[in-house]
């Protein structure tokens, strides 16, 4: 092949990478790509990568559409291609050919930031609506501003995590734009007969309704009930003294499907709701809004956690008495996350109590704190869709997201040195005037470039800092070598400095004395690097003078220490750990 044919196919490869994965493509996954494409290449990599990196870079600065222009104009076949390679990963929906579009919905209350736990519904009807050429929705779930009360913050925060996710939903609506229509479909129901107001006292009703016995509201005739529901509208009732009941089957096993609560009142002035503030006091819950959405707005495929099991059963109550189809439901078992913080309501009573530095403190699964350590929205993606949409419920851990990310990163990211708590080591017995360290970027892409240390010893002596974690390997009379540069023997191993005697140069010398390695810094230079770790707490150091040079946002390894998402780059530099 030739240079312009290898550059052809790259970009090819780099724009479908970045229509794939929201805009932005990878480096490392391009090149993924192109060798299993391109086997042959497989010798040509060092030559290769410095074009992947530049037609990266040139590809990510095109906005999304005009990344999928190109590739529709010029390729429209590999779209085609890509989403049959997707489609193999998961399981095909079910009875899609009785819809005429597939039409999934993400429908997340914006009372809490969103995290990893929201994954899971996120991706897959993202990645459905995808494979079959559907539309994906974005429903926000507002109609609670009593006790799971949204707040704007929030609405913006989950189409920010979408879109970095690479989930960017086709449609978005509001609950709270669309009560007119809940109250529609209330006087529907009310006067069908399938509906009636209830104002009897919770605990009475709950009594009858245990007993399998009607109250005296469920069978007044239609005008009445329609009148109680002009007086609940009108402020006829307190909050707690009306409430619309969809009717359903009083002998059922399960109580909480027995007429269940459809509207209910709030007070409007206690509890105003962010966006449309006093307007409305009487709010639909949770099954009564979604059941009407997933139909008006052609769900076809509801892909939700099994807790969802008994709301189905009652909607197909409501969706009886309508006349419509319920849509195919999906349940997925839980996905549980062992040592994240998903209870919305500790994360919610944490932030309140001031227990979290915000919503992206690394302590948090958000999606915000996942960001800010680094993780790419790739690997959360990868990571989902290999878990799927199946029944039993899952267990993951930290380290499993971390190996998709760790896959993702290796290749791209640089290395660097960092010190953390550094302890000076004195070196004597130094025989050359002048020691050069040249270390590559990236061990396997030398094109990158190199780090350069310059040692000049002064009569035989230099000075080191290295980490006091490695304290323990300093025994007298042990050897180390200090990584790409050369072998010491131990002499005193103090409380404040560490003392050594110049030994030998070569790696092979310390391999055969099976010499641990160890990274190190002259003394004297470097940057102040505070390395913010998951549990919040710093890892000071000192990293090398190099990393002035990175920006915010760059992902990085600290070697022997691990990668981390570069986060300010002044006179000192902030980091946040992302794993090993
Ligand atoms: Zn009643």
Redesign the pocket.
């Known amino acids: 092949m030739t240079d312009e044919e290898i550059r052809g196919t790259i970009h090819k490869v780099a724009l479908m990478n970045a229509v794939n994965h929201g805009g932005k493509a990878q480096a490392g996954a391009v090149m993924g790509k192109l060798l299993s494409e391109k086997p042959a290449l497989k010798i040509r990599v060092k030559e290769i990568s410095p074009h992947i990196e530049e037609i990266v870079k040139e590809v990510n600065k095109l906005s999304q559409d005009e990344q999928k222009k190109i590739v529709e104009k010029n390729w429209p076949e590999m779209l085609v291609r890509e989403r049959i390679e997707e489609q193999k990963r998961m399981p095909k929906l079910p009875n899609v050919e009785r819809y005429e579009h597939v039409v999934t919905r993400f429908s997340p209350n914006p009372d809490c930031a969103i995290h990893l736990g929201s994954a899971r519904a996120i991706v897959l009807c993202d990645e459905y609506s995808r494979m079959y050429d559907g539309t994906f929705i974005l429903r926000f779930e507002d109609t609670d501003p009593r006790l799971k009360r949204s707040a704007l913050m929030f609405y913006d925060m989950i189409r920010e995590d979408l879109e970095w996710l690479g989930c960017k939903p086709d449609k978005e609506y509001i609950q709270s734009d669309r009560m007119p229509i809940y109250y529609e479909f209330a006087e529907k129901l009310l006067k069908s007969g399938h509906a009636?107001v209830?104002?009897?006292k919770t605990e009475e009703?709950k009594k009858l309704l245990l007993a399998r016995k009607a109250?005296?509201?469920?069978d007044l005739s239609p005008s009445k009930q329609l009148a109680r529901w002009a007086k609940m509208l009108e402020g006829g009732f307190e909050e707690g003294e009306a409430v619309v009941?969809v009717k359903t089957d009083l002998n059922h096993p399960n109580p909480a499907v027995r007429d269940w609560p459809a509207l209910r009142i709030i007070d409007p002035e206690k509890h105003p709701h962010p966006r449309v503030g006093s307007r409305y006091r009487v709010w639909p819950l949770y099954n009564w809004a979604a059941g009407i959405d997933d139909h008006l707005m052609s769900i076809s495929h509801i892909i939700r956690g099994k807790e969802h099991l008994t709301n189905q059963v009652r909607q197909e109550f409501m969706y009886r008495h309508f006349g419509w189809c319920y849509p195919e439901a999906i349940h997925y078992g839980r996905l549980k996350i062992t040592g994240a913080y998903l209870s919305k309501s500790k994360i919610l009573a944490g932030m309140r109590e001031g227990m979290f530095t915000g919503w992206d403190d690394p302590r948090l699964a958000t999606f915000a704190a996942l960001r800010r350590r680094g993780i790419q929205p790739e690997a959360i993606r990868r990571m989902i869709i290999d878990v799927g949409p199946k029944k039993e419920d899952v267990t993951l851990s930290w380290e499993n997201l971390y190996s998709y990310n760790r896959k993702l990163i290796d290749p791209t990211t640089n290395r660097y040195f960092f010190v953390r708590e550094p302890i000076r080591l004195d070196v004597k017995g130094i025989t050359q005037e002048s020691l050069m360290a040249k270390i590559p970027l990236h061990p396997d892409h030398h094109e990158r470039g190199y780090r350069t240390f310059k040692i000049e010893p002064e009569k035989g002596r230099v000075s080191f800092h290295v980490s006091t974690s490695d304290r323990d390997l300093f025994r007298k009379g042990m050897v180390i070598r200090l990584m790409e540069l050369f072998n010491v023997k131990i002499d005193k191993s103090g409380a404040k400095t560490l003392e050594a005697t110049y030994h030998s140069h070569g790696y092979e010398e310390a391999k055969e004395l099976d010499a641990p390695l160890i990274h190190w810094l002259p003394l004297a230079t470097g940057v102040p690097c505070d390395v913010v770790m998951p549990d919040r707490s710093l890892a000071k150091g000192v990293a090398e003078q190099k990393c002035k040079e990175l920006h915010t946002n760059d992902i990085v390894q600290f070697e022997r220490f691990g990668f981390a998402r570069i986060d300010a780059v002044n006179e000192a530099i902030v980091a946040y750990f992302a794993h090993r």
Do not use: M, V
């Open positions: 009636y209830c104002i009897c009703f109250c005296p509201c469920r009941r």
